[in-house]
């Protein structure tokens, strides 16, 4: 079955550490999309990206970095820069990016200060 | 500023009965609006998209109303069953590109 795999599903990192999410897609989507999670607030956009070797950042980018070498994978990486990284971490895919076709999510990673 | 706003009090409903859940808007003139299931713990699944030019989208026991007037969305469950318990969200277009701009999702709780 076509889908978005996330790992880990849990994760904790240590201070002044990176530490890096996996998200990979088998649905052949160009669009791929990195939101957190936090209780009781929307999803919120980290980065996005409509093609491979090309990416922007969302509404909160600072202290997150990622990668498209490859159509099928985002990875995110959670740097010591960000100071409040627990939250729940979701990965989306889209046929391309337009705001008429539904994304398909991830079950997500769930992130945590040790 | 742009806002999305939807009830942020579980909606709690007894097996049989519709539930109707809100999503109202500000500052934006959204093309396309779309609703999301999500389960503890896990991603949103997709359910629905209305047009601007549709009144009314329906998916099963699903259905969806759009009035641009009133920026406002309605998502009606009916016939609920203890399976339809999960929160929802809308999510509206934010820019000409497709960035979606999500509410934060209301809980609905379905008793037998």
């Known amino acids: 079955d076509g889908g978005i795999t996330q790992s880990p599903k849990y994760l904790f990192r240590k201070e002044g550490q990176n530490v890096t999410l996996s998200c990979e897609q088998n649905l052949n989507h160009d669009a791929m999309y990195w939101y957190r999670q936090d209780p009781g607030q929307g999803l919120r956009l980290i980065y996005y990206s409509q093609i491979v070797n090309d990416f922007q950042k969302g509404d909160i980018a600072e202290g997150y970095s990622v990668s498209r070498e490859k159509k099928e994978s985002f990875p995110l990486t959670v740097t010591s820069a960000q100071k409040n990284p627990t939250a729940f971490y979701l990965c989306?895919?889209?046929?391309?990016?337009?705001?008429?076709?539904?994304?398909?999510f991830g079950d997500g990673t769930r992130l945590s200060i040790l | 500023s742009q806002k999305i706003e939807q009830n942020s009090e579980a909606l709690n409903i007894q097996e049989g009965k519709t539930a109707t859940l809100t999503c109202n808007y500000t500052n934006y003139s959204p093309a396309y609006l779309q609703w999301y299931r999500q389960d503890p713990g896990r991603g949103p699944v997709f359910l629905l998209l209305i047009r601007e030019n549709e009144k009314e989208k329906r998916k099963e026991r699903l259905k969806v109303t759009f009035d641009t007037t009133l920026k406002q969305s309605l998502f009606h469950i009916t016939a609920s069953q203890p399976a339809d318990s999960a929160t929802y969200l809308c999510?509206?277009?934010?820019?000409?590109?497709?960035?979606?701009?999500f509410g934060a999702g209301t809980q609905v709780v379905v008793t037998p």
């Open positions: 999510a509206l277009l934010s820019d000409s590109w497709g960035k979606l701009q």
């Open positions: 989306a895919s889209s046929p391309a990016g337009y705001s008429n076709q539904p994304q398909h």
